[in-house]
């Protein structure tokens, strides 16, 4: 810059440096984190769109083209060993089932997460298994009204609930395609829903004004977190699984099956085959993420491999326990 130019700027910057007031600059208040009480009847609250909470009908709306034939739970087929898993436990939720499956028999499954509060301080938390059980079937119930239903429930134990026989479909996951089945897959494929928080971040909020804050150091909050309790926040080592955008699951972090679900649900799907294997198709075990992946992250990380792998890995055992002939 010649010297010329340098005055100039000079002259000016000194103009606008006279003419204009310093702005305050508001300095925020350290926040302290305001911890609320959890409510024992949870009201829901506001929920990111990205994540699940149990399916309701807002998300999971009934599809007016599907029959309905008026039927209840009450409706017990003769057939009992076939239309009942051996393992589960007869499950008393109330919800409605839609009409008879076409062969009488899912032609597959739908694999959930529940997304309900499992950690509830009040309620004791993920240390009494009974409770969490209860909180997901709660929020099952409460969620899907009469509109939709949950199939099976896996709770964190390993433990299978069973709430309806196998030849009656209901409404559990809404909107949702898939090569080979009809427009909605609800009347085709059973559902199992697996307890989990579901999706995880790094972050909660107060439930009065809406701050967010992160969580400690190592922790992540499921959606409904609203407080720095540590009964309502996951271990990012041991409860939760990263993963980046691989084949039906959307990025982010999830809390985790348990070892023992996981378990549990391949046996189910291996009993389910084999106890119909004609009607029964293991390429249509399907991640409600592939079946609506643009409403749904359920399973995702929650399950320890995408469901393509989980599909090699049913069939790889089922022919190993039953070989062809
Ligand atoms: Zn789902």
């Not at 302290?32 to 994540?51: A, F, G, H, K, Y």
């Not at 060993?81 to 899912?106: F, H, N, V, W």
């Not at 240390?127 to 209860?134: D, V």
């Not at 469901?307 to 055992?317: Q, S």
């Amino acid at each position: 810059m010649g010297n010329f130019f340098k005055s100039i700027f000079k002259v000016i910057s000194g103009l606008f440096k006279s003419k204009v007031k310093p702005v305050p600059v508001e300095i925020p208040a350290p926040i302290e984190p305001v911890i609320v009480s959890v409510p024992t009847t949870p009201s829901v609250p506001e929920v990111p769109e990205d994540l699940e909470v149990p399916d309701n009908p807002a998300n999971d709306n009934i599809d007016p083209h599907k029959p309905d034939d008026g039927g209840d739970y009450t409706t017990y087929p003769a057939d009992e060993e076939k239309l009942y898993y051996p393992k589960a436990i007869r499950s008393d939720l109330k919800l409605r089932t839609r009409g008879d499956y076409k062969y009488k028999y899912p032609q597959g499954a739908v694999v959930h997460f529940t997304a309900g509060r499992g950690r509830n301080k009040k309620e004791g938390g993920v240390k009494n298994a009974a409770t969490h059980l209860e909180m997901g079937k709660r929020s099952i119930a409460s969620e899907a009204s009469n509109q939709a239903y949950a199939y099976f429930i896996i709770d964190r134990s390993g433990n299978v609930h069973q709430n309806f026989p196998l030849n009656r479909w209901g409404y559990h996951a809404g909107e949702s395609s898939w090569k080979g089945l009809s427009g909605s897959v609800s009347d085709e494929l059973v559902g199992i829903e697996i307890q989990s928080d579901g999706k995880l971040q790094g972050y909660f909020q107060d439930s009065e004004n809406g701050t967010k804050y992160d969580c400690p150091e190592g922790k992540l909050a499921a959606w409904y977190t609203r407080t720095k309790s540590g009964d309502l926040l996951f271990d990012k080592v041991t409860e939760s699984r990263y993963s980046e955008n691989n084949a039906n699951i959307q990025k982010g972090w999830y809390h985790i099956y348990t070892p023992e679900q996981e378990e549990a649900l391949l046996e189910l799907l291996i009993w389910m085959k084999r106890n119909n294997p004609d009607v029964f198709n293991l390429n249509y075990v399907l991640g409600h993420d592939e079946v609506a992946p643009t409403r749904k992250n359920d399973p995702g990380a929650a399950l320890s491999m995408t469901m393509p792998e989980f599909r090699k890995k049913i069939d790889d055992e089922y022919k190993k326990r039953y070989p062809l002939k």
